[in-house]
């Protein structure tokens, strides 16, 4: 089946470490993307990438940094230098310049809960 | 720049009645639209999309919207909601294929058995 999956569903850590979000998609979608979803609150963009070994700040990047080496994968890491990183973040994936097929699809979601 | 509202941020609902949650957004120039739904703790799933054409658009689960134009709306509807569609609606939008897509900041569906 395809889909995007991201592991793991709950992640715990200390304040003042990195910590690595996986996402994975088997869609061949060309672009992929992370937010962050707080409560009560909408989606908000923190980065995408359109193409492999190519990514785009979003509207709040400060903290967070990412790589796109192949084109299935495309993992968040959280810095310590995010100064509120407790979130569900979300990833997801899409195929650009194909109005039809314009559609974002998203994975399940990791909540991250930093001691 | 674009943006997206949602004006209700709960909306409470008797099970088998009628719902309307209601979306606007702002942009000077044609747009994709979507609507999608978040179940607890899971990703978000498309309901429906307006990409063109109709302006009535038939999605999953029963769900339907409008695209108004001239009011910059594009509100979300089911005549008859079951207690399984509680859960968290995000209509978003975007100008063209290779712009972000702008989500709103969610309307959570309530149904009271």
């Known amino acids: 089946d395809g889909g995007i999956t991201q592991s793991p569903k709950y992640l715990f850590r200390k304040e003042g470490q990195n910590v690595t979000l996986s996402c994975e998609q088997n869609?061949?979608?060309?672009?992929m993307y992370w937010y962050r979803q707080d409560p009560g609150q909408g989606l908000r963009l923190i980065y995408y990438s359109q193409i492999v070994n190519d990514f785009q700040k979003g509207d709040i990047a400060e903290g967070y940094s990412v790589s796109r080496e192949k084109k299935e994968s495309f993992p968040l890491t959280v810095t310590s230098a995010q100064k509120n990183p407790t979130a569900f973040y979300l990833c997801?994936?899409?195929?650009?310049?194909?109005?039809?097929?314009?559609?974002?699809?998203f994975g399940p979601g990791t909540r991250l809960t930093v001691l | 720049a674009q943006s997206v509202t949602q004006l209700d941020s709960q909306v409470p609902v008797f099970e088998e009645a009628p719902v309307e949650l209601r979306c606007n957004y702002s942009s000077s120039v044609s747009v994709y639209l979507f609507w999608y739904v978040q179940y607890p703790n899971q990703g978000l799933q498309l309901l429906l999309k307006y990409l063109s054409g109709s302006t009535l658009v038939k999605g999953i689960n029963g769900f339907e919207a409008e695209f108004n134009k001239s009011q910059t709306s594009f509100h979300l509807r089911k005549p008859s909601v079951h207690i399984s569609d509680t859960a968290e609606y995000f209509c978003a939008v975007r100008k063209t294929s290779y712009d972000k897509v702008i989500f709103g900041p969610g309307t959570s569906l309530s149904v009271i058995p």
């Open positions: 869609l061949n979608h060309d672009a």
């Open positions: 997801a994936s899409s195929t650009p310049g194909l109005a039809d097929t314009d559609t974002q699809y």
